[in-house]
């Protein structure tokens, strides 16, 4: 059964019944489809090319993509995730020698290179942007996204005959404010959980981002928007891959609903947290999905 995702068109995002219905599904399911937005899809389909590329590169030479914060380099598959491999830049729109030192250390050539970086700065833009129209929606008006840090992520699955059945990636939501995933159109696995625990197959819309709302997203509205639950399973052979930006946190790392919001609802659900706190919590006990937040449940 296939999962009802909600489609957002960006260009009508200054008309209010658009906002009203970006507000709608941020709130639940927590995931849709924007479309009409800022990325050619020469450069969408240029970018696909260069992951294809990445990821093809020797072992020994993709590890030379050293993460500079947890999770955001080389990882290679491991036993609790043998299908995944992943790759990352953080925080390369405002740090130019992040972008340099991962195509100097892969050896990428000047044609590679100038997709990544155009690729970066136009997702990192879309992002912002989509999530400024997100804080809009809830009647904040004076937040800036443009400075938040983000984590522009490759991501390879491998599916053979031998692994239908098995789990791509865990059930977990993401980190951050904003997922804006650019999905593999000809390889399918990704899966929604609904409100009953069933999951619900995302099918993918060529020339459209499948936005998410992680944790972060979850707490800043202050409990409005939901994290959705989401996981990966290798339903047939082939290789699937899926990239795009993590929109993590303020840059100072602290994650807390703006006061206004707090004012409107007469109640602050979560008590503020530093976003390293969080992401390191999870890494270390594991825990991946949204209940991870109990913790810094007020009411």
Known sequence: ?????????????????????????????????????????????????????????????KMRNKPSVPESGYRAAMPTSPLYEGMGIYDMHASPQAFEDFCSNLNVSPRHRQIIKEYGQAIHDLASNLS??????LGIMDNDFKDWPFI???????????VIGSTGAQLHSDTGFI???QDDEH????????????????PPIPGAFLCIVGDVGHVWSNGKFWNARHRVICK???????????????????????????????????????YEDLRDFRITTGKRDGEVLDQYRIC
């Open 187 to 202: 390889v399918s696995g990704l899966e929604m959980m609904d409100d009953f625990g069933s999951f619900k197959a995302v």
């Open 132 to 137: 400024q129209k997100m804080a809009e929606s």
């Open 1 to 61: 059964m296939e999962a009802i995702v909600p489609v957002v068109d960006f260009q009508r995002l200054s008309e209010e019944e658009e906002r009203k219905k970006l507000r709608k599904t941020c709130e639940k399911p927590g995931c849709f489809r924007i479309i009409n937005h800022s990325i050619p899809p020469t450069l969408m389909a240029d970018m696909k090319s260069v992951v294809k590329y990445l990821h093809d590169l020797p072992t020994e030479i």
């Open 236 to 274: 047939e052979t082939g290789t699937r891959y899926s990239f795009g930006a993590f929109m993590l946190s303020p840059r100072d790392g602290n994650v807390e609903a703006p006061k206004k919001l707090v004012e409107v609802d007469h109640v602050q659900r979560y008590r503020p947290f530093k």
């Open 152 to 162: 522009l992520r490759t991501i390879k699955y491998s599916f053979t005959p031998d």
């Open 179 to 181: 997922t804006l995933l």
